[in-house]
């Protein structure tokens, strides 16, 4: 194995063909998420980047790509910080490694980073949100370095059985009234369909999503939600496209008597898991539930093509337990130089 560290920003770019090559073998194996894919981390590089990357690279013997690390610094006051790019709309943070990478691979490519660290008047590495199999949480920090970890949260799960009459079980049998109940209002307010879009309908079902997000949250003293800030507008706009072009995006969209009631922002990962990272739908619809019936959707829909896991990834909010959802947790290290 051979480790090297970029440190601008046209090499960095540079590595995007072989970087897609490398995350689409790793999510074949099952062993990433769309997080770590250069249709999620550029665009999120170009929102909010500071010119200061540094981006371990970990090669074979034949210059063949195993491995990448994008992390990059961050002056925060008297702090000088070394993150993963991603950090703060990222459920899901790692190193990317090919799914035939060596023992050690992870640990390579943090060395390669931390090894810069006193030149850089490095104060400290966060790495947050790990989930419990990153390959992160188990690579150790050089010699001399002090280490502090934290919990870094529920990202609550739900395990879909293989049978679709299985369901009940997983899912409370309070959560399937409620959905059929919701089916039979929809019907009655003119029917209801949902799909899922295709390249020409990502844009405009993404704005009918911001639209209905952001309205719901102004109402509640929360100026546009999450998508209040134009940076992050701005990234998804620039993510989505990409992300549906690497097989990555499902964005689903609920029609009750014809106009879009719900719209759901979801992530494919591997051939088993699907990520459920955004949500909007239309209040003035409460009455059908439009949210439970487009939820009810994407978890038929998953069983049926075959999936296991969906996740409804970062906070403990109720529905996600009266869904089924067990908590998986997050964790975080911070690793501090001697």
Same mark, same amino acid.
């Given at each position: 194995?051979?480790?090297?560290?970029?440190?601008?920003?046209?090499?960095?770019?540079?590595?995007?063909? #072989?970087?897609?090559?490398?995350?689409?073998? @790793?999510? @074949?194996?099952?062993?990433?998420? +769309?997080?770590?894919?250069?249709?999620?981390?550029?665009?999120?590089?170009?929102?909010?980047?500071?010119?200061?990357?540094?981006?371990?690279?970990?090669?074979?013997?034949?210059?063949?790509?195993?491995?990448?690390? +994008? &992390?990059?610094?961050? #002056?925060?006051?008297?702090?000088?910080?070394?993150?993963?790019?991603?950090?703060?709309?990222?459920?899901?943070?790692?190193?990317?490694?090919?799914?035939?990478?060596?023992?050690?691979?992870?640990?390579? $490519?943090?060395?390669?980073?931390?090894?810069?660290?006193?030149?850089?008047?490095?104060?400290?590495?966060?790495?947050?949100?790990?989930? =419990?199999?990153?390959?992160? *949480?188990?690579?150790?920090?050089?010699? %001399?370095?002090?280490?502090?970890?934290?919990? !870094?949260? +529920?990202? +609550?799960?739900?395990?879909?059985?293989?049978?679709?009459?299985?369901?009940?079980?997983?899912?409370?049998?309070?959560?399937?009234?409620?959905?059929?109940?919701?089916?039979?209002? @929809?019907?009655?307010?003119?029917?209801?369909?949902?799909?899922? @879009?295709?390249?020409?309908?990502? &844009? =405009?079902?993404?704005?009918?999503?911001?639209?209905?997000?952001?309205? *719901?949250?102004?109402?509640?003293? #929360?100026?546009?939600?999450?998508?209040? /800030?134009?940076?992050?507008?701005?990234?998804?706009?620039?993510?989505?496209?990409?992300?549906?072009?690497?097989?990555?995006?499902?964005?689903?969209?609920?029609?009750?008597? %014809?106009?879009?009631?719900?719209?759901?922002?979801?992530?494919?990962? %591997? =051939?088993?898991?699907? $990520?459920?990272?955004?949500?909007?739908?239309?209040?003035?619809?409460?009455?059908?539930?439009?949210?439970?019936?487009?939820?009810?959707?994407?978890?038929?829909?998953?069983?049926?093509?075959?999936?296991?896991?969906?996740?409804?990834?970062?906070?403990?909010? =109720?529905?996600?337990? !009266?869904?089924?959802?067990?908590?998986?947790? /997050?964790?975080?290290?911070?690793?501090?130089?001697?």
């Amino acid at each position: 194995m051979r480790t090297d560290l970029i440190t601008s920003d046209a090499p960095f770019r540079a590595l995007r063909a #072989e970087w897609e090559a490398l995350w689409h073998r @790793a999510d @074949a194996a099952g062993t990433t998420t +769309p997080f770590q894919s250069p249709a999620w981390v550029l665009p999120w590089w170009d929102s909010f980047g500071t010119a200061r990357p540094r981006v371990a690279v970990l090669r074979g013997d034949d210059a063949a790509l195993l491995g990448l690390l +994008p &992390l990059y610094l961050l #002056e925060e006051g008297a702090e000088r910080k070394l993150l993963p790019m991603g950090v703060g709309i990222t459920d899901y943070l790692d190193a990317l490694l090919d799914p035939a990478a060596p023992a050690g691979a992870a640990s390579a $490519l943090l060395a390669a980073v931390l090894d810069t660290a006193a030149d850089d008047g490095v104060t400290s590495c966060d790495l947050p949100d790990l989930p =419990p199999h990153a390959a992160l *949480r188990a690579a150790p920090a050089l010699p %001399g370095w002090r280490e502090e970890g934290w919990d !870094a949260g +529920p990202c +609550p799960v739900l395990v879909l059985p293989e049978d679709p009459d299985a369901l009940r079980g997983p899912v409370p049998a309070g959560t399937l009234r409620k959905l059929r109940m919701s089916r039979h209002r @929809a019907d009655r307010a003119g029917g209801w369909s949902a799909q899922v @879009a295709g390249a020409d309908e990502v &844009l =405009p079902f993404w704005d009918a999503l911001v639209a209905m997000h952001g309205a *719901r949250w102004t109402r509640r003293g #929360e100026e546009g939600g999450v998508l209040g /800030n134009p940076d992050v507008r701005a990234f998804h706009r620039a993510a989505l496209p990409d992300l549906f072009a690497a097989g990555a995006l499902r964005l689903y969209a609920l029609r009750i008597g %014809g106009a879009i009631a719900a719209v759901y922002h979801v992530l494919a990962a %591997g =051939p088993d898991r699907l $990520l459920f990272y955004l949500s909007g739908f239309d209040e003035a619809r409460s009455f059908e539930s439009p949210g439970t019936l487009l939820l009810g959707h994407v978890v038929e829909s998953a069983m049926a093509e075959g999936r296991r896991e969906l996740h409804f990834l970062r906070g403990g909010e =109720p529905y996600k337990y !009266a869904w089924g959802g067990v908590d998986r947790r /997050n964790a975080g290290r911070r690793l501090i130089p001697p």
